[in-house]
């Protein structure tokens, strides 16, 4: 390759081209040998200068200008594609209408997707003034309340049970008990009792269980008062056609405008601290629950579903504090103010999210938009979110008709969400290890309690 282009006459066209200036003689006419090997070396460098310039360039169009950045045109025109498809008309709005039909003008305001910035922020507020009100307000009233951190008994630092621990599980089976047993020099009953006391130590106290409790109860207490406040003097309210009359060319004003942006941050806050909230069964549904509501809200504003999303989110509001009132109650050793709220619980629970948003809220957003434009992208998707929170409801209106009916039939209500395996009666097993424990039947180390002495959450 070298010597065809030697052959093209290569070094000599480029050093004419584009080599260095040759090296005065007067300098060099003194030294035998030194012009010419100068000169040569002058060719040789500009050859491969040329050469390596063809290589690196070989397929490419010639052109003087520099290499495109990163984001060049065609990945700028890709994003530009990706968005205008995500903002296509077609998608957020009925058929004949576009973005300019939502522009401010005379004095109206619409619903814009830049308004929806602010919910981070004041997510992140959120999760502040939930850290002062748990400090500040909730640890003071569970003192009040007579909610008292238990006394756990720690397990002792043994690297092998650790390691299973962190590895494999934290229920060891019969098998795993015995080999324990083996490598860490403990009977197999010693096992058992440091794998519950192991459990123990990870489960929320019930300090932290009424804590979060309170700052939910707190906030679902004040935005359904808000919320409703903000829709029952709205002609909507009243009657669910005029949801969607004229729209949706349909003006909002500052309470509207509140409401979704301190519900939306609010369940922005929930999902941010769900991983170091309590956990219970239904974890992987919450974690759905959250994103779907963020979803509805988000695209409810978006597409200027305004009205139909503030009565969906005051509806909702309307059981959750309830069921947080209870819980603290539990937590606070009331059983009867406990149970009795919490049947009043399950009776709005019912009306509210079996009954009024299906038959009156659904039939709102499936069928009376019909009668004004053909269904179009954003009417499935908003359907098909309220589907799925339909779903969810059913599945927690199945634990709720578990719990009545155990109250029904003298046990006590306990969350059908907490996991019974982990509870604070495995504590008092130790100090009754040499007595009746003994005497009772086990699982896996655990003497099988009655049930209506437990006190869950």
Not at 149 to 164: I, V, Y
Not at 205 to 225: P, V
Request: proline share 6%; with cysteine.
């Amino acid at each position: 390759m070298a010597a065809a282009g030697l052959a093209e006459g290569g070094p000599e066209r480029l050093a004419g081209a584009a080599g260095p200036p040759a090296p005065p003689e007067g300098r060099l006419a003194g030294r035998p040998g030194v012009l010419e090997r100068a000169a040569r070396s002058a060719e040789e460098s500009s050859w491969a200068t040329g050469r390596s310039w063809e290589l690196r360039t070989r397929g490419c169009p010639r052109t003087a200008e520099p290499p495109a950045p990163f984001f060049g045109e065609e990945k700028v025109r890709m994003l530009q594609t990706l968005h205008d498809y995500f903002w296509w008309e077609r998608l957020w709005l009925p058929v004949n209408l576009t973005w300019a039909d939502l522009e401010d003008r005379d004095g109206r305001v619409y619903a814009k997707a830049s308004d929806l910035y602010i919910t981070l922020p004041l997510a992140l507020l959120f999760l502040i003034i939930r850290y002062f009100f748990e400090l500040y307000v909730a640890t003071p009233l569970a003192a009040l309340l007579n909610v008292k951190e238990k006394t756990r008994l720690r397990a002792p630092p043994n690297p092998t049970l650790e390691h299973f621990y962190m590895t494999s599980g934290k229920q060891p089976k019969q098998a795993d008990v015995e080999l324990l047993s083996r490598q860490s020099g403990l009977s197999g009953r010693q096992v058992e009792r440091w794998f519950r006391r192991r459990r123990n130590q990870d489960r929320p106290s019930l300090l932290k269980k009424f804590r979060e409790a309170s700052w939910r109860f707190t906030f679902y207490l004040i935005a359904f008062i808000a919320g409703t406040a903000v829709i029952v003097d709205k002609p909507w309210f009243y009657d669910l056609r005029k949801v969607w009359e004229g729209y949706p060319i349909q003006s909002i004003i500052p309470s509207q405008y509140w409401y979704y942006m301190i519900e939306l941050s609010f369940y922005w806050s929930l999902l941010f601290s769900i991983a170091s909230d309590v956990k219970r069964k239904d974890f992987k549904e919450q974690i759905i629950h959250h994103v779907a509501t963020i979803i509805l809200i988000s695209f409810s504003w978006f597409a200027n579903y305004v009205r139909a999303g503030t009565l969906i989110m005051a509806l909702h509001d309307s059981s959750d504090y309830l069921l947080e009132s209870a819980k603290m109650f539990n937590y606070a050793g009331w059983k009867n103010t406990c149970n009795n709220i919490f049947i009043v619980f399950a009776i709005v629970f019912i009306i509210t999210r079996l009954v009024i948003l299906p038959f009156w809220i659904l039939h709102c957003t499936l069928v009376y938009p019909l009668e004004l434009y053909p269904a179009f992208f954003g009417y499935y998707f908003f359907n098909f979110m309220m589907g799925v929170l339909q779903l969810l409801h059913i599945f927690w209106a199945y634990l709720i008709l578990r719990m009545a009916h155990k109250f029904i039939t003298g046990k006590v209500v306990e969350d059908e969400r907490s996991d019974r395996e982990e509870t604070e009666s495995s504590e008092g097993e130790e100090a009754a290890a040499g007595g009746g424990a003994k005497n009772r039947p086990l699982a896996n180390g655990h003497p099988i309690l009655n049930n209506n002495h437990r006190k869950n959450d």
